[in-house]
């Protein structure tokens, strides 16, 4: 799986109220309304910044707070590709790859907003275009990699009926 767009620069501790609102979250489950509210308290135009592809790049503690699922799933109908940061919150990272948003650990210290990047999640590799840069990350187990490549959790089950490690 290889994916390439534009670096969207977040900061630490960007937590799940910030990625979507609380005010949003109980109020619908319409994947696209939540998408349209994605980071707004952090920045009220990101929605409209952003290109379908691109990918949030962040640093520390990456989706903590609440377990819900609307914060992953608001980041990726909104069109986000995948997310990279130096920590991610376990729940958070755990629901990403159960909806299918695809996540990298790793400093992105070095990338600056709107960098042309590519992560090629098989290899382990993050090259940045823009900056004729390439790094290594550690690249996800096989049976997450095989979630991601069939869209989520439930779509895996619903080809496998089992975990097929």
Do not use: W
Request: proline content about 4%; aromatic content about 10%; overall charge neutral.
């Amino acid at each position: 799986m290889v994916l390439k767009g534009k670096a969207r620069i977040l900061g630490d501790d960007i937590n799940t109220d910030y990625i979507i609102s609380g005010r949003y979250k109980f109020k619908t489950l319409d994947k696209k309304e939540l998408a349209s509210h994605l980071l707004e308290d952090l920045d009220p135009e990101f929605v409209k910044k952003i290109e379908p592809g691109d990918i949030i790049l962040a640093g520390k503690n990456f989706g903590c707070g609440s377990s819900r699922e609307q914060a992953p799933l608001a980041i990726q109908y909104a069109g986000i590709a995948a997310v990279c940061a130096q920590t991610f919150a376990r729940i958070f990272f755990r629901n990403s790859i159960n909806v299918g948003l695809p996540l990298v650990e790793y400093d992105t210290s070095a990338i600056k907003e709107g960098d042309e990047i590519e992560l090629d999640f098989s290899r382990g590799k993050l090259v940045n275009i823009t900056q004729k840069t390439e790094v290594t990350f550690k690249p996800l187990p096989k049976i997450m990699l095989a979630i991601l490549a069939e869209g989520g959790l439930v779509p895996y089950f619903q080809k496998h009926h089992q975990f097929q490690l």
